[in-house]
């Protein structure tokens, strides 16, 4: 019995979970909104950037993997989640620093741009 009720349970052949383009699970998406039935998860990174640039992954937090799934799909571990601004004596402190330091500077602006050191 519990063999069958695994196989049930992973069994995800009704499931839309593979589309062919991130514009296609948006489509998808937009539709179930509009009919009010089950909304198709965004599992793939385009589909999960794309559903971060519209907006969706605010309404669905859930769906943003782990750190180690985030890792997996290429994203910063910090994708997909509201970034609290800096306070403002620690902008004043970066600014100071950076004006001194023109290594510092670059570091900084390319850690604000996403990149890495």
């Known amino acids: 019995m519990v063999g069958v009720l ?7 052949s009704n499931d839309q979970t593979d589309f062919d383009s991130p514009e296609d699970w948006y489509r998808a998406y937009l ?3 509009r009919n009010g039935v089950y ?14 640039e519209e907006g969706i992954l605010k309404r ?15 994203l910063p571990s910090w994708f997909g989640r509201p970034v609290e601004p800096l306070p403002e004596k620690a902008r004043e402190a970066i600014v ?8 510092f500077a ?3 602006s390319c850690i604000l741009a996403g990149g890495a050191v």
């Open 6 to 12: 695994r196989s049930r349970v992973h069994d995800r």
């Open 31 to 33: 539709e179930a909104v």
């Open 39 to 52: 909304l198709p998860r965004a599992r793939t990174r385009d589909e999960l950037v794309l559903a971060d």
């Open 60 to 74: 669905h937090p859930e769906w943003i993997p782990g750190r180690q799934g985030l890792a997996l799909l290429g």
């Open 96 to 103: 100071a620093a950076m004006l001194k330091d023109e290594g």
């Open 106 to 108: 670059a570091a900084v």
